[in-house]
């Protein structure tokens, strides 16, 4: 074996360094068989990630079981749930149809009531109004009495004056002429009026 | 090493099986199947019907009948309290005798009545109590407002016209000293001293008169009538015959 000393700054030789190579892989060749001759197996390092994988995947794997677990469960209380609640639900159902019908009768109710109380409603403003009219009517009919009244004494009037003016007529040499024609005109206005006011009364009633 | 993984793998599957599940979600609102109908409610003290249906703008209408002037006339007034009523001051000038009924025709005994010399507006107190009083408006209607009459056209029965405010304008007949509205909603003899209301229901004039052809009303504003009723006097008895 070449050695070199510490201050010996030359580069070796090429023989020499390919000597301390073969002699390197020597020695590795020994310890080699060496290992062989005392049962120690070579081994050879594979890949580095393979083993990481492999634990990921196994965690993955552990995962997946308790999801799958977990939804297994869940899903048979839901199973149970929705037993449970079958019957609850035909029942309301049920209810909700009964209530359903209630409300259409009960709408029909109150769409027959409404047309009710329209009718009861124009029948009062109806009646309302032939009252009104009835007490228009009144009134005119009083009014009408009223002149009727007056028209009557204006007639009687004219009756009494052209009765008294008969009588003196008869015996006109008892009265002053002058004083006769001047109550004879009083009588024929009196029984102007009268027969004015009669026309008017008739033209009130409607009477040609 | 596999040995380990694969019973802690064993141990996980199995306390997560035999572990307590938590609670389950609620379940949903209910579903609504086929039609529904929605059904309104009535809000107690918000609505304006009477026990008999009428409405509040038809109930203070009242028909006034006018006995004097050698003749019957009639107009339209409204309840503006429990016994004062407005009306037109043409509707009572010469009345001997007046009479007042209700919308479902009850007859009301008449105490006084009050004329305004600003207006062609009139007041009159009834010794009986009017069914409904209406609400004022605070402000004057502007043209193009949407309108309702209630009153007694013709004499006839209480009736409902609408139309829409189209302008303000002199009186032309003189009978007002303020503006006057002029609406599109028909009005004829006996229509005068109809209330006229807004979209609310409130008083925004009071119908004194109609164009010849009967497709105008003219109306006094409230504001008018405010003034009226703010007056603590009036010319007592009914004005004289036209």
Not at chain 1, 49 to 60: D, E, F, Q, S
Not at chain 1, 127 to 154: I, M, Y
Not at chain 2, 40 to 45: A, E, I, K, N, V
Request: charged letters at 25%.
């Amino acid at each position: 074996m070449t050695q070199r000393r510490p201050n010996d700054d030359t580069e070796p030789p090429y023989e020499t360094r390919a000597l301390e190579n073969l002699e390197r892989e020597v020695d590795v060749s020994l310890r080699r068989a060496d290992d062989a001759i005392a049962g120690r197996g070579v081994r050879r390092r594979g890949p580095r990630w393979l083993p990481i994988t492999a634990v990921l995947l196994g965690l993955l794997l552990i995962a997946a079981a308790a999801l799958a677990t977990y939804l297994w469960r869940t899903t048979d209380e839901w199973m149970a749930e929705s037993d449970r609640l079958e019957p609850v639900a035909t029942e309301l159902a049920a209810e909700r149809d009964s209530l359903s019908g209630e409300l259409d009768q009960a709408q029909r109710d109150l769409a027959a009531t409404e047309e009710q109380l329209r009718e009861a409603q124009d029948r009062i403003t109806t009646l309302a109004n032939e009252k009104a009219q009835t007490a228009d009517e009144r009134e005119v009919a009083r009014l009408v009495a009223g002149d009727v009244v007056g028209v009557a004494n204006q007639l009687e009037v004219c009756v009494r004056g052209q009765d008294q003016l008969i009588t003196a007529l008869e015996d006109i040499e008892a009265f002053d002429p002058a004083s006769v024609s001047a109550f004879a005109r009083d009588v024929s206005d009196a029984c102007a009026q009268a027969l004015e006011g009669s026309e008017e009364i008739k033209r009130q009633l409607g009477i040609e | 090493m596999r040995q380990s993984l694969l019973a802690a793998a064993v141990s996980v599957v199995l306390l997560s099986g035999c572990s307590e599940l938590p609670d389950l979600p609620p379940l949903p609102d209910p579903v609504a199947i086929g039609d529904t109908t929605a059904v309104q409610t009535p809000t107690p003290g918000t609505t304006t019907l009477s026990p008999d249906g009428f409405r509040t703008t038809e109930r203070v209408a009242v028909r006034v009948r006018n006995v004097g002037c050698g003749g019957v006339s009639t107009g339209s007034g409204f309840a503006v309290s429990e016994d004062v009523l407005v009306t037109n001051r043409h509707v009572v000038a010469g009345a001997e005798t007046m009479q007042v009924s209700t919308y479902d025709g009850q007859d009301l005994l008449v105490e006084t009545a009050g004329s305004a010399i600003v207006a062609d507006l009139a007041i009159v107190r009834t010794r009986s109590a009017l069914p409904a009083a209406v609400t004022l408006a605070e402000a004057d209607p502007e043209p193009g407002d949407p309108i309702e009459v209630v009153g007694y056209p013709g004499g006839e029965r209480l009736t409902s016209s609408t139309g829409t405010v189209l302008r303000y304008e002199a009186d032309p007949l003189d009978a007002n000293a303020e503006q006057i509205i002029v609406t599109d909603a028909p009005a004829v003899p006996g229509s005068s001293g109809s209330p006229m209301y807004d979209e609310s229901g409130q008083v925004v004039g009071v119908v004194y008169a109609a164009t010849e052809d009967a497709t105008r009303s003219l109306a006094v504003p409230v504001s008018t009538l405010r003034t009226l009723l703010d007056q603590t006097s009036f010319d007592d008895g009914v004005p004289p015959c036209d």
